[in-house]
């Protein structure tokens, strides 16, 4: 049986996870109580794995309550909803549940047909968002080959086939760029350990063992080149239930600046639910966390706290893809752009007749603003750069906050005979005036990927004049990060494709001071 459970002579067959990696057992499933109980002791176990299961028990439901042509539809109806209850929190369980019911008034084949429909569509999906899911992490990183993190299970076993992010990782050994994953154990029940290892060393891809408390200390030892996992609900804000540990690792990938990606087909997203506050989170037995393989380890009589879930906020998560594609969060710091224009001052006429001055002293006077502007930038970036490059003169304000807040090393691009010895030298014509900017020769190299940070981006002049510097020196500009964006002057589609990140974006033409950056 290639595939974690399918539909096989009447009933569902499935693999026992439970017996993994010791025994490798099929599970003949026959009437909806020994399903749920399959669900429930995680025999079959993983968000679309469950969807489908979900849809296959309808299945067996609806065959059983068949008799003469004649299907007890609120049987079957009452049946539904027992399997879908058997585990909350993933949102395929309900789902496919819905589907197989939705056939139910053409009939028990007809809910057949549309569970194995179910099972039939998954790989495709699966390999589409893991595809998607690879080239992603590619753009959001620099090291070669990889070294990614991943927790619980989310392969073959979880899925119909191939799977979610364990897909991902096996997209990109395909293309020789995994180094090794780390996968986590994942207690207290151990996919990671017992289904994640197994499956990758069947597949021939390196992998290394870690207790779920060490992953921080790998993402700080600087072990990591990105973080991969799957999900159980996605809510419409971008909030994402997933295994236990899963929102420590986040927090930890954002304190180290590593993307944590989730990979989550769209049967998973959760669009009625708006946040994670909302997610109905499964809690488990005590014994599963006082005893340790059959052996109780903990004294008798102890409390237990067992949540097999918990909710990672949308705003440490880098980006969900499905197979439509990547969905970064949208909301960084809430009111970041509404709170640096009110502490932005136009100045008329200012240094010269007919220029609009954005005076951006009283950013800098509010305390907190600066940094947060930085901690956003650095947000939106993470893992796609390793040096920044401030651009005289307030760029260096910004720059020195984002170059600190990311740990990465700073370089200044000068205006004309600031700069000791050996310099290389570009010249630029912006909307007033015309100027140049300098930087050592060996400042960077080849091996430095730079975010290039200035305060306002106007014309695109002093940014294009930047990153011809930056270039010759060997180094690729990966991104461009400034407060504001005066988006009339189109300055984006100069440096282009190269994005820009502006926290700020100012619609109507103003002008602005000579250089259109400001001096
Ligand atoms: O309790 P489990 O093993 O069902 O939990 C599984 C997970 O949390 C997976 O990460 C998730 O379902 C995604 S599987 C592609």
């Not at 002791?41 to 059983?64: E, F, N």
């Not at 609120?74 to 819905?98: C, F, H």
């Not at 009110?342 to 305390?367: C, E, I, M, N």
Request: net charge neutral; proline share 6%; hydrophobic share 45%.
């Amino acid at each position: 049986m290639s595939r974690s459970l399918d539909w096989y002579e009447g009933h569902i067959r499935l693999i026992d996870q439970r017996k993994l990696p010791a025994h490798h057992r099929q599970l003949d499933i026959t009437t909806v109580d020994e399903l749920i109980d399959a669900i429930t002791a995680l025999a079959v176990r993983g968000a679309p794995a469950l969807g489908i299961a979900g849809a296959l028990g309808v299945a067996l439901s609806a065959a059983r309550h068949t008799v003469s042509g004649r299907t007890d539809a609120e049987a079957v109806r009452t049946d539904a909803d027992r399997i879908a209850q058997s585990r909350p929190t993933a949102v395929n369980l309900s789902k496919g549940v819905a589907r197989a019911l939705s056939a139910l008034p053409r009939g028990a084949d007809a809910v057949l047909a549309e569970a194995r429909s179910l099972l039939e569509e998954d790989e495709q999906i699966n390999r589409a968002a893991a595809r998607h899911t690879a080239e992603y992490l590619l753009a959001s990183t620099t090291r070669r080959p990889l070294r990614v993190l991943t927790h619980c299970n989310t392969g073959s076993l979880a899925t119909g086939a191939w799977g979610t992010a364990l897909g991902a990782i096996r997209d990109l050994h395909a293309r020789g760029l995994i180094e090794t994953v780390l996968a986590t154990e994942t207690r207290p029940l151990l996919q990671g350990a017992r289904l994640t290892v197994w499956e990758l060393q069947r597949d021939g891809i390196p992998v290394r063992l870690c207790p779920d408390g060490a992953a921080a200390s790998a993402l700080q030892a600087g072990d990591i080149d990105c973080v991969v996992v799957g999900a159980d609900r996605v809510t419409r804000n971008g909030d994402v239930a997933n295994k236990v540990s899963t929102y420590p690792l986040a927090l930890a990938a954002a304190r180290h600046h590593v993307p944590f990606v989730v990979v989550a087909p769209q049967s998973t997203v959760d669009e009625t639910t708006p946040t994670g506050a909302s997610i109905p989170i499964e809690h488990r037995g005590p014994d599963e966390v006082t005893s340790l393989g059959g052996v109780r380890t903990a004294p008798p009589g102890t409390a237990v706290y067992n949540p097999a879930f918990d909710v990672t906020p949308h705003d440490v998560i880098s980006a969900v893809v499905s197979e439509h594609g990547v969905r970064e969060p949208t909301v960084g710091t809430p009111g970041l752009a509404e709170r640096l224009a009110s502490h932005t001052t136009v100045v008329k006429d200012f240094p010269s007749p007919g220029v609009d001055f954005q005076d951006l002293a009283g950013v800098y006077r509010q305390p907190g603003l600066l940094q947060a502007a930085a901690r956003e930038i650095v947000h939106r970036a993470r893992g796609r750069f390793d040096a920044v490059v401030g651009i005289e003169a307030r760029g260096f304000v910004l720059a020195s906050v984002i170059a600190a807040e990311a740990a990465v090393p700073l370089v200044l691009a000068r205006k004309p005979g600031r700069t000791p010895g050996k310099t290389q030298s570009a010249r630029y014509r912006s909307e007033y005036s015309s100027d140049a900017l300098e930087m050592p020769v060996d400042a960077l190299g080849a091996q430095h990927t730079v975010l290039l940070v200035d305060d306002v981006l106007a014309t695109g002049g002093t940014l294009s004049a930047a990153r011809s510097l930056v270039e010759a020196c060997g180094a690729t500009v990966a991104r461009c990060a400034v407060l504001i964006e005066i988006a009339a002057l189109n300055g984006a589609a100069r440096i282009a494709p190269i994005p820009v990140d502006a926290l700020r974006s100012i619609p109507a033409h103003q002008p602005t001071a000579p250089g259109g950056e400001h001096p």
